[in-house]
């Protein structure tokens, strides 16, 4: 029985590492970028070094298949390796390094009765395009060639082109889609990008579900008024109004342990000292696992900011910028997982995702489970981003486990 090294998991890192050095710091291995493309031509030389058949599909998703004894459905596993704008090396990477280990590990022992599909994703962060996760939506159907015509980054590139300029074949997207008679389960191992596995010290996290997120943007409309010649009574200040609301996001969203609610962005014109704010542009985003608690959520702040502005004679409108339903884990791979983890005797607790991942969408068609490694003091999307090779090396442990006791048919 072979076992992970986490020799030949840092080693995979620090090949990827190389990669889409960005000046200013971290790593910049943009959504459908030649640095994105050098990481996946990596991705497949470490896969074919183990005798994998390789390929990338139209839209930049790449795989390495290790064949089974049976003509059965593939186990699969992977992440991704774009980054966003100076983030780091392991978001994404290390679920895509642990992809490489569990190819090793499985080929050096011969494989199993199903084939293993290994997959590195293409551009799943939202950070150029706006929107994430785009390969996987490809590949299950959510996106079609018509998204990537839509989609634009900051220079007004759209996705379509970005993707004909490293050449990929966006307008054959169509032919990127998996066939889930084909597919038996899959599973992303992930750093958790927070801070729970740490606290908790616990080497490994079964996922139990994806919170979803609900993102709005609202502008509040006063008056600019002179900041000396204009009494209070007489003002209409949209910050004061904004900052009211501010409050009301925080204090609706600490009712409930799994709801979280942040406005990040708040732009004040005309933003001066001297000058009362007449208008106030803010995004807010409104996550949790329970899609109604969600939703729910969104709404009572919207009513609030209309109670707030009417009160202060100001006006507010709101616009919808995203919604997307929490995804619970499917309850056959979260035993499937625990249970490995158990007879390797790997600590671990069950907790869910806040961020969110590839997984969510392929798990709205065929078995799908996530662990999470730990990162280091949680910080990830920036180049301090850190997790240990050896935390990686017992996920991959407990994922191959898993893998054969589903290949076994104890979970069929
Ligand atoms: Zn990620």
Redesign the pocket.
């Known amino acids: 029985m072979t076992f992970a090294d986490k020799a030949r998991i840092d080693d995979f890192l620090d090949q990827l590492g190389r990669i889409g050095r960005d000046p200013r710091g971290g790593f910049s291995r943009l959504a459908f970028s030649p640095e994105e493309r050098e990481a996946h031509a990596l991705f497949r030389r470490c896969l074919e070094e183990i005798g994998l058949h390789t390929s990338t599909d139209a839209v930049g998703n790449s795989y390495g298949q290790l064949p089974g004894s049976e003509d059965l459905p593939a186990l699969m596993t992977g992440?991704?390796l774009d980054t966003v704008y100076q983030g780091g090396n392991f978001?994404?990477a290390v679920?895509v390094a642990a992809a490489v280990e569990v190819a090793r590990v499985l080929a050096e022992d011969g494989g199993m009765r199903r084939p293993l599909r290994v997959v590195a994703f293409a551009a799943?962060?939202g950070a150029r395009f706006g929107a994430p996760c785009i390969g996987s939506r490809l590949v299950t159907g959510a996106y079609g060639p018509d998204t990537l015509k839509e989609l634009t980054d900051r220079d007004g590139i759209t996705a379509s082109a970005a993707a004909e300029a490293v050449g990929l074949f966006p307008g054959e997207a169509a032919s990127a889609r998996w066939d889930f008679g084909q597919v038996e389960c899959f599973v992303e191992v992930?750093?958790e990008?927070g801070r729970v596995l740490e606290a908790r010290e616990r080497p490994i996290g079964i996922v139990n579900s994806i919170g979803g997120s609900t993102r709005v943007e609202l502008v509040f409309t006063g008056r600019a008024d002179h900041s000396g010649a204009t009494p209070m009574w007489l003002r209409r200040d949209a910050l004061v109004a904004a900052s009211e609301f501010v409050i009301a996001v925080e204090r609706r969203a600490r009712a409930h342990a799994t709801t979280v609610a942040t406005v990040g962005r708040l732009d004040v014109e005309p933003n001066s000292m001297t000058t009362v704010p007449g208008r106030v542009l803010l995004q807010l985003d409104v996550r949790d696992v329970d899609s109604e608690r969600q939703r729910d959520l969104a709404e009572m702040l919207l009513d609030d900011a209309v109670r707030i502005a009417g009160g202060r004679e100001i006006t507010v409108t709101a616009r919808r910028l995203s919604d997307q339903s929490p995804v619970v884990l499917h309850g056959t791979m979260q035993a499937a997982l625990a249970g490995a983890a158990t007879r390797r005797e790997t600590a671990f607790i069950s907790l869910p995702s806040g961020?969110s991942?590839d997984a969510a969408h392929v798990a709205k068609h065929v078995a799908t489970g996530m662990v999470f490694v730990p990162c280091r003091d949680g910080v990830s999307h920036s180049p301090a981003e850190h997790a240990e090779a050896a935390r990686v090396a017992e996920a991959v442990d407990v994922l191959v486990e898993a893998f054969r006791s589903i290949d076994a048919g104890e979970h069929a």
């Open positions: 992440s991704h978001d994404g679920g799943e962060e992930h750093i990008q961020a991942h």
